[in-house]
């Protein structure tokens, strides 16, 4: 690539990723090296990425590519998730676009082989958008949760936990989808706010003339009532205890029951239907009353043959029709409107159902102590801090995991029935395993395999992903192999903070279950990005801007600065495309900068004889430049490592950002051209320069590591490797405060003097007289001549009147004091050719006390004083300070010009 045009990012990535991979430099093996482990949150198979994963993957690849430069074996593993839910959605979705069938219309042999192909199809499209944006994974371990070693493991961690008691078949109410039409966990409900109307209905007291009025939003599973209830103590309904009422339409005698745990003597009427097939808390009061459990729905959420007349109608269509029938028959006292939360599916979106079911189930209980402990006791630390109480939360409240799914796709449950009806089974590994077993409970050892039916059901795709520690290391399988011994627990894992109950809090369980040790140590919950309506981007809601656009236009390593620059302290932000312009912006400063650099190479090689002439001023400067810019770079370097080391990656990142654009390029760089241009630069200065420069090189690669890699290949082509992924981290060292504040202060003067200089169009003809309350280094008198025209440097004893300068100016309270060098030659010269300017400054001194009158008139309010917010106020107060400052400033340099 020519350095002397633009910078080319596609020609770069391109170039710079297939080096890395021709290197080998991401893979990993055991060595005697401290390994340094992440895993990559596998992405679900059903499309490409988002801009969540773009932000997830450039963080681990920044905690990596720091770890690879620091000594460590680092083993980053990329993988898919198979997402049974979702991926069958989707396929089912083709299916029926394109051939008008459903699964059931194919067959689970059939179906299962068009999902493979939607797993080939797609799985090489998500691990291309992984390598475009840079990240340093070991291709080499890519996994996929259906992989027939991540199968085998799923399957024997599910028999171990069986034949331990922990895994168990029980009858439940569960949440069902109604679209993909199987259960899904607590975790997977999402809870949204909705305005529904609460109605009053009549219930009939048994063999009285009497009723007692009911409140429920849900009129349409009056099919499955099985008792009223009210609180013990709510005097409204003493008349009613131990009576029975009659549901209205299908006049069922119920019982009426009293319960002080979920009746509410403030909702509605404080009595309410009793419908345990539908509802979670009315199936725990039935198996405390003994009541039925009669099922209404079938798996689509149309009404069933309990349903009487409503038989295979939609339930939102039979609540609108039941209601009407309810008024008709005069049970319908009122109507009104309430807001409450509705669960949704988190995968397909439809409102979640409630009804019995048999399920299989994960005890809960004793596996969540210890990894509370683990966590109370920092063997895991949480990055924000925050989480930890989320975690406890949840913790202390679980559930028991309901771990079957009603699907094609997935692993399928280990459950071998054989005989007659459904109680008849045995939990192996293999149908193999099965056999062996059925025959010895028998005693019939002429079975066959024809004998046996493996059950329907997959498994929770999180079942899998709680194991990745462990089975990507074959931990499952062989609990103390090398791999698993050397890079076994993981150190960071990084993820959203939306799956801490998925993911992340079930790994630490399966972790210090099967391997009693904490399956990693560090645990960083990125930000959720959200569009503008503040919903989150997602693949499901299709919300989220082109991966591979974004970085076709702007470029990777623009990318991902600018996506760690938004990514503070794990907070949640909306996505804003213009957050990019920055980081392009950046990158290009970058590469313009190493093309001044260069340029000086460039012209030492062709002047390689020459002599460069370097006088004692030049070389007091360069050594006073040379010697802050190594003493701030030690300083920025301390602050690096300890925000990176503190998940801070976004200071950490805008330091290094503050420090190339500020303190390299806009000081050192520019101080170095200029006292140096008339004679050129030695090639002392010049090899630090480079020096420095590539220093730099290695902070920024982590964030940015194609530009990086790029200008350090041909920086160092000369080396040997002139490989910066693999280059080492630059070593800490001692640095001076004294040096970077003492410089610090002369950049603030400089400042200081190019503001007055910029706000009243001083020309560049004048030289200044700086007064100074403090005896000023030689290197300070030198660095300001050359940088701001700063022809004398004046020690005061004391503080003089303001008056007798033309300027003065603060810092840290500390008072400068400035006045212009008389030269009148260069003066009429100068006015000669403008003769305007002096009438500019005239003019500029009357638009000042316009505004001065403005705000006098304002300050002169005593409304306005009363009125306008406090902040404000003092803002107008130092704006007043400003403008006469700058009056008098232009009246005594007008004073000055006439004088001359």
């Known amino acids: 690539m020519d350095i002397s045009i633009k910078y080319d990012s596609k020609f770069v990535e391109k170039e710079i990723y297939e080096k890395w991979i021709k290197g080998n430099y991401f893979s990993s093996f055991p060595d005697d090296r401290v390994p340094y482990t992440i895993i990559m949150p596998p992405p679900n198979i059903t499309g490409v990425l988002h801009i969540g994963h773009m932000l997830n993957n450039t963080i681990q690849d920044v ?5 690879r430069m620091n000594g460590y074996n680092t083993c980053w593993i990329p993988g898919i998730d198979h997402a049974s839910i979702a991926t069958e959605a989707k396929v ?6 394109e051939k008008g069938l459903n699964k059931f219309d194919l067959g689970r042999k059939k179906f299962i082989s068009l999902v493979l192909q939607w797993v080939k199809d797609h799985k090489y499209i998500i691990y291309d958008q992984i390598k475009r944006l840079g990240c340093s994974c070991d291709w080499n371990r890519i996994k996929f949760t259906m992989d027939d070693k991540l199968y085998k493991s799923v399957i024997k961690a599910f028999v171990k936990l069986y034949k331990k008691g922990y895994i168990y078949r029980g009858y439940k109410v569960v949440n069902w989808d109604t679209v993909a039409k199987t259960t899904i966990s607590d975790e997977e409900v999402i ?11 009549k219930y009939k007291i048994e063999n009285e003339d009497n009723y007692i009025i009911i409140a429920t939003t849900r009129p349409e599973t009056i099919f499955g009532d099985t008792a009223v209830c009210f609180h013990p103590e709510d005097e409204r309904f003493i008349h009613v205890r131990g009576k029975n009422v009659i549901v209205p339409i299908i006049n069922r005698s119920v019982p009426v029951i009293q319960d002080s745990l979920y009746a509410d003597m403030n909702f509605g009427t404080g009595c309410f239907k009793v419908t345990p097939a539908h509802n979670i808390k009315d199936k725990i009061l039935s198996d405390k009353y003994k009541l039925d459990i009669i099922n209404i729905f079938n798996k689509d959420a149309t009404i069933n043959d309990n349903g009487y007349h409503y038989k295979g109608i939609n339930r939102f269509r039979v609540r609108k029709m039941i209601v009407e029938e309810l008024n008709n028959l005069g049970f319908l006292l009122k109507k009104e409107k309430i807001i409450h939360n509705i669960g949704f599916s988190e995968r397909t979106f439809s409102i979640v159902e409630y009804i019995p079911s048999i399920q299989w189930f994960l005890k809960m209980d004793d596996i969540v102590k210890p990894a509370i402990k683990a966590v109370k006791n920092e063997k895991i ?24 799914r009603q699907l094609w796709w997935g692993h399928r449950l280990p459950v071998y029935y054989y005989g007659k009806g459904n109680n008849n089974f045995v939990v192996e590994e293999n149908i193999e395993k099965a056999l062996i077993e059925v025959k010895r409970i028998t005693n019939n050892y002429n079975l066959t395999y024809d004998d046996l039916n493996q059950d329907m059901d997959v498994l929770d795709t999180w079942f899998s992903s709680w194991l990745l520690p462990l089975s990507l290391f074959d931990g499952i399988i062989y609990p103390n192999n090398l791999e698993l011994c050397y890079y076994y627990p993981t150190d960071n894992l990084i993820t959203g903070s939306d799956i801490l109950f998925f993911w992340v809090a079930r790994m630490i369980m399966s972790g210090l279950f099967f391997k009693k040790k904490i399956p990693f140590k560090k645990v960083f919950f990125t930000g959720i990005i959200r569009d503008f309506n503040n919903k989150k981007i997602s693949k499901s809601l299709n919300n989220s801007p082109n991966y591979i656009h974004l970085i076709d236009k702007y470029g990777a390593d623009a990318v991902r600065f600018s996506m760690i620059l938004k990514n503070v302290d794990g907070r949640d932000f909306h996505f804003d495309e213009k957050i990019f312009i920055q980081g392009r912006n950046f990158i290009n400063k970058i590469w313009n900068s190493f093309r001044l650099i260069q340029s000086w190479i460039n012209k030492k090689n062709k002047n390689c004889n020459s002599i460069f002439i370097d ?42 950002y503050k420090f190339f654009w500020n303190d390299f390029c806009s000081i050192y760089l520019e101080i170095i051209k200029l006292v140096n241009k008339k004679h050129g630069i030695s090639n002392n200065i010049l090899d630090f320069t480079v020096n420095q420069f590539n220093k730099i090189l290695k902070l920024f690669h982590p964030y940015i590591p194609f530009i990086s890699e790029k200008i350090w290949s041909i920086i160092n082509k000369k080396e040997k490797k002139n490989v910066l992924i693999i280059s080492s981290w630059p070593k800490k060292n001692k640095y001076n405060m004294e040096v970077i504040y003492s410089f610090k202060r002369i950049i603030s003067i400089i400042s200081k003097i190019r503001n007055i200089i910029n706000e009243n169009n001083i020309p560049n003809i004048h030289n200044f007289i700086l007064f100074s309350m403090k005896k000023e280094s030689k290197e300070c008198k030198l660095i300001l001549s050359n940088m701001v025209n700063v022809s004398k440097v004046i020690y005061l004893s004391k503080e003089l009147n303001n008056s007798s300068f033309l300027y ?10 400035i006045s212009i060098e008389e030269k009148k030659t260069l003066k009429y010269k100068y006015y000669k050719k403008n003769k305007n300017f002096i009438d500019d400054i005239n003019n500029k001194i009357l638009h000042f006390k316009k505004m001065l009158y403005i705000i006098d008139k304002n300050l002169s309010n005593n409304k306005y004083i ?23 400033f232009l009246k005594k340099y007008l004073k000055f010009l006439k004088k001359n």
Not at 617 to 645: A, C, G, M, P
């Open 381 to 404: 630390q949480f990055y924000p801090k925050k989480y930890k109480k989320i975690y406890f939360q949840w913790m202390n409240k679980i559930c028991d995991w309901n771990i079957s």
């Open 808 to 817: 003065f100016f603060i810092i840290d309270s500390e008072k400068f004091f």
């Open 191 to 201: 809870y949204k706010k909705k305005t529904e109307n609460l109605y009053y209905i």
């Open 866 to 888: 009363l009125y306008v917010p406090k902040h404000i106020l003092l803002k107008e107060k130092k704006k007043k300070m400003d403008i006469l400052e700058k009056i008098i």
């Open 92 to 97: 089912s979705e083709k299916l029926y676009k």
């Open 615 to 656: 006088d004692d001023n030049i070389k007091i400067i360069n050594n006073y430049v040379s010697n802050w810019i190594k003493n701030r770079f030690y300083y920025i370097l301390k602050i690096s490592d300890y925000n990176i080391k503190n998940f801070k990656l976004n200071e950490s990142l805008m330091i290094l």
């Open 63 to 67: 905690f990596i590519r720091y770890a």
